[in-house]
């Protein structure tokens, strides 16, 4: 049972204890001063009795199958109330607690269809009507007027609530939904970006296969054709000219060790897998960042280098990777500026959306994890709420040897 289902039975349960102390007082001091005999005392309480079951019964249904039983209450409410004097208040507490369930567990527009079923029985209560209590006087017109004003009061203010809490609800099961597919494009957003990125690097990995392929081939080629060259002319060569032997025999040696190496620096190239990081992988991922969002994503660099530590790349890359994914998703951005720039040994990335930016900032965890990464580096994050949109600024140190080798 979910949170909401158990106020409201706490709401009903609490008016219809109130309700029933409060009707039951009411209806003794009647009997008192009345005298009924046996027969009329066991006939209010177990017109009483079934009441307050049916009130008690009536919240633990589903809302689609409590008609029936606030129909029979409305029934019950008009055998108590009328053999009785009209005395103003009983009608009015038990229709007033019974309001208050109606509008509780009962769904748009079986509400109303009971409420006027219950503005109805009142009406009939207003009328005058034989009695069994003819030792009191009955209650005038004015005063029952006043009753069924008040519960048709009750009533219209019960069913505006009652449209504001539908729409409300509706309204949070949209943002529910919106929610839900963002969070799914995001995704797919990721592994599009992923499976893109494996693309690429698959594309380029056969490509440097196809070119050490070729190369392999021409320079192999190549080489064993001045080897044949280089042996025939040993060959034919005169004995007696050792200098031009000795000439020969070193330029087989060469062109045996060059092909050698040329053989080797190509199966490495071919093996290996040449990693793609710094300014060149952001490029990539923001490049198919915008291809799929159809953001716009502007990059400007000051006095930047392409590529520093693999540790300080791997936090700019989830830096901007993240702080996009967040204009996407929560700002609803369609134009980002990143900025990134070095001042004093001091690297500052920027990212400035245009989206709906909030004074307040909670952190999700990829936000959380990118403030952590970044206290780990020495540095400091930094957000800022703009006319025209969201900024935030990460700022750390970079080490003394700023590029690292390609």
Not at 54 to 69: D, E, H, M, N, V
Not at 303 to 329: C, G, H, M, P, W
């Amino acid at each position: 049972m979910d949170m909401t289902r158990v106020k409201k039975l706490l709401w009903s349960y609490s008016f219809n204890i109130g309700a029933a102390l409060l009707s039951c007082s009411l209806i003794l001091q009647q009997l008192a001063a009345n005298k009924f005999s046996f027969s009329a005392n066991i006939y209010f309480f177990v017109c009483f009795t079934v009441y307050y079951f049916c009130a008690l019964f009536s919240p633990l249904r589903p809302c689609g199958k409590t008609f029936s039983i606030f129909i029979a209450r409305i029934v019950i409410i008009f055998l108590i109330c009328y053999p009785i004097a009209y005395d103003v208040l009983i009608p009015l507490i038990f229709g007033a607690s019974l309001l208050i369930d109606i509008f509780l567990f009962s769904r748009l527009p079986t509400n109303r269809y009971l409420s006027l079923a219950l503005a109805a029985i009142t009406g009939l209560l207003i009328i005058p009507h034989p009695r069994w209590d003819h030792k009191l006087p009955q209650s005038g017109w004015l005063e029952g007027i006043c009753v069924l004003a008040v519960l048709v009061l009750l009533a219209v203010l019960l069913d505006f609530l009652k449209m504001q809490a539908v729409f409300r609800n509706r309204l949070q099961r949209d943002i529910n939904t919106l929610t839900i597919s963002l969070q799914r494009l995001t995704s797919a957003n990721l592994n599009i970006q992923h499976q893109t990125s494996d693309i690429e690097k698959r594309s380029i990995d056969e490509e440097r296969k196809r070119i050490t392929r070729e190369l392999h081939d021409l320079t192999g080629y190549t080489f064993t054709n001045i080897l044949m060259l280089m042996e025939s002319a040993i060959r034919k060569n005169d004995a007696e000219n050792e200098e031009l032997t000795h000439l020969l025999v070193l330029a087989r040696d060469q062109a045996q060790e060059g092909l050698r190496e040329t053989r080797n620096v190509l199966y490495r190239l071919r093996k290996e897998e040449l990693p793609i990081r710094g300014l060149m992988a952001i490029n990539r991922m923001v490049r198919i960042f915008e291809e799929i969002t159809g953001m716009t994503v502007t990059q400007t660099y000051t006095n930047i280098s392409s590529s520093y530590t693999e540790e300080i790349d791997r936090f700019i890359y989830k830096f901007v990777q993240e702080t996009l994914l967040n204009a996407f998703k929560h700002a609803h951005a369609s134009q980002v500026d990143i900025h990134y720039y070095v001042l004093d040994s001091l690297l500052s990335i920027s990212v400035q959306d245009n989206g709906q930016g909030t004074s307040v900032v909670h952190e999700g965890i990829g936000l959380s994890g990118i403030r952590e990464r970044l206290e780990k580096l020495g540095g400091n994050l930094q957000t800022r709420h703009d006319l025209g949109g969201f900024t935030i600024i990460a700022r750390l140190p970079l080490p003394l040897y700023k590029e690292c080798p390609q």
